[in-house]
Every structure is written in C-alpha cells, then in structure tokens.
C-alpha cells in the first residue's frame, strides 16, 4: 500500500518539495529536497509518473528524470491552480500538481529538447535586442527632445536625428557625447540582431514545414520559424479551432442560463506567436483590395474595426497553419477565398 504511483513536484532555484500518493490516493511521501539532492534522491526510486509545472527550467528537469526512467508530464500552471487548498506554500503547491495530474482530462506540454530550446533563442534573444533597441531609440528622443531637437519618427531616421544633434549648438558638449553613447549602442544591438535573423533565414530555408508556412499570406519567414519551432508537434490539438484558442485568439466565454455572451479574446497561449499573427494579419487588410483579396476579408472588414478584423484574420491563418502542419501539405490560395 506503500507504494507511489504519482508524483509532484514543486520547482524552484535551490528547494523543492515533493509530494507522493500511493494507488488509494493516499500521501505516502512528503519530503523537502535542495537542489543537489533531487538527482540522487530519484535515481533509488522505481520508475514512477512524475509532474511538474511547466515553468523555468522545467524542460530540464523533466529530461533529467525521464533519463533516470520515470514517466515525467509538464502541466500548464494555469490548470494547477485550481487544485490548490487554502493557503499558499510549497507543500499544497506539490500536492496540487500531483493531484492535477491524475485528472482524466488534463492537458499536458510537451517536453522540449535541448537542440528544440537552442534553437528557440535564436527568436527570444532577438527579440530581446529590439526591445531594447527601441528603449535606446526612445532614450535619444526624449533626450534630444530636452534641448529642442527632434527628428522623424521610425527606427530608421535615427541616424538623421543623430546629425542633428551633432550639428546643433544648442546641445551641450556632453549631452552630445553621451547621446553618442547611446547611438552606438543601437547600432551594435541593430548589427547583432542582424547577425541573428541571418542564421533565423538560414534555419527557415533548410526547414521544409517553415517553407511551406512562409507561403501563406501574412506569415513570412520569422512568423514560420517561430510557429515551427514553438509548436514541435502540432497533432496534440485535436483540431485547428483548439490551435487557435490556445494562441489565444478566441474569445473569452461569460455564457449563462442559456444566455452566450462573448468578450474579448483571451490573450492565453504564446505571446509571440500571437503577436505575429496579428501582426502579419494587419498587413494583409492594408493590402486588400477588390478582386485581389478574399470576397470573407473585404465584407468583413466594411462592417467592423480593423483592429477586430485583423485579430479574426489572425485566427483563421492559425489554423489554416495548422492544416499545413498536420497534413504536410502546401498552400493553396484557393482556400483563401
């Protein structure tokens, strides 16, 4: 009767707690690790199901115990907390991942490799560098805005505004110099995210899923290698509908008493890859036109905002890429119209 069926873990930088049931669902294990003892600690256990929310450094952890033979799932902690008792600790947040896994119908992430998680930081480090490269960029127009100078806006008339500055007298020798400082840390950060999209393109062209995605209209090359690296197996959403409300990009249901009342989307699932979509979408409506856009996008678009047009333009390219994953086939603009 001792014996665990059912583990959860609790994850963090040095502690972990774990929290064990036996097959009548009953505690059998409740015990408080540090960092260097987890490996060791699971190594002398029989292999046995283990979860863990699906958090920093989670992917490592479950690769970790899946080479020691144990059965490791990641939830999402969204799904964890509602299994949670009264009261906020280590303890009750282990025993409510071992109890959400036990659930019939939970969803679970998939673990990601190494090679799958390298690859990845070619889009968050450069995403990184344009977030701060815009920072910078707005660091030097407040600065220069202080002494009179102004410039056009847009990343690329920063080196004109720079100009300005340094042959403006009414700017003061320092102010010029550190805004020099800072100009030339926008053009390190603009040639290192340079150096990154170049080998984001070269991944994209030996990626034959990345290909066929960047042929759809409002996805090009980054908005495909995200999509295809971010979602290694597309087939654990049952339909293209589940793929589009897990980005995010349906809306939330307030439904009642037999009364369906929608709100805004939900903004759940992956930031960026929400972010591109109706990024992407967004240039498709200010290119459409009669006769070269779909009869759906043009009579949409003369009854509601753009914005809500873009947003639902979005959610039917997310699973219009679903399609293409999952049946390994290539776009066809017949199904856009």
């Known amino acids: 009767m001792n014996e665990i069926i059912r583990i959860g873990i609790d994850t963090s930088k040095h502690i972990f707690q774990v929290h064990g049931v036996n097959a009548a669902e009953q505690p059998v294990l409740r015990k408080t690790l540090r960092r260097g003892q987890l490996e060791r600690f699971f190594t002398s256990l029989p292999p046995t199901l283990i979860g ?3 958090c920093g450094a989670s992917h490592h952890w479950a690769r970790l115990l899946q080479s020691l033979g144990h059965e490791v799932r990641l939830l999402p902690p969204q799904y964890v907390k509602p299994y949670v008792k009264r009261g906020k600790n280590d303890a009750a947040d282990a025993e409510a991942i071992c109890e959400a896994l ?7 992430v998939p673990v990601r490799s190494t090679q799958n998680q390298a690859e990845l ?42 100009e300005l500055i340094a042959s403006n007298d009414a700017v003061p ?33 030996s990626n034959k899923c990345s290909r066929r995605l960047a042929t759809i209209p409002g996805v090009g090359p980054i908005g495909a290698t995200a999509m295809v690296m971010k979602v ?8 293209a509908r589940h793929f589009a409300a897990w980005l995010g990009l349906t809306p939330k249901d307030h439904s009642t008493a037999g009364r369906h009342r929608l709100g805004v989307i939900t903004r ?10 109706v990024n992407g979408a967004t240039a498709v409506i200010q290119c459409a036109r009669p006769g070269r856009s779909s009869p759906w996008l043009l009579n949409l678009l003369a009854r509601k905002p753009k914005k809500l047009v873009a947003v639902a333009l979005a959610n039917k390219i997310a699973r219009i890429a679903w399609v293409l994953m999952t049946r390994d086939e ?3 603009h017949s199904l856009a119209a």
Do not use: C
């Open 173 to 205: 020798e320092l102010a010029r110099e550190i805004l020099g400082q800072l100009f030339e840390q926008v053009q390190s950060l603009e040639q290192q995210a340079r150096t990154l999209e170049k080998k984001l393109v070269a991944w994209h062209r």
């Open 52 to 54: 863990l929310e699906a």
């Open 102 to 108: 036990s659930r019939p119908s939970m969803r679970f």
């Open 232 to 239: 290694s197996d597309p087939r654990i959403f049952k339909s």
């Open 121 to 162: 930081m070619l889009l968050t480090a450069r995403d990184l560098l344009l977030k701060q490269k815009t920072m910078l960029i707005n660091a030097i127009r407040g600065h220069a805005a202080e002494f009179g100078v102004t410039g056009r806006k847009g990343a690329n008339n920063i080196a004109a505004l720079h």
């Open 330 to 332: 290539d776009y066809r």
């Open 268 to 277: 759940a699932g992956d930031e960026m890859l929400r972010r591109l979509l």
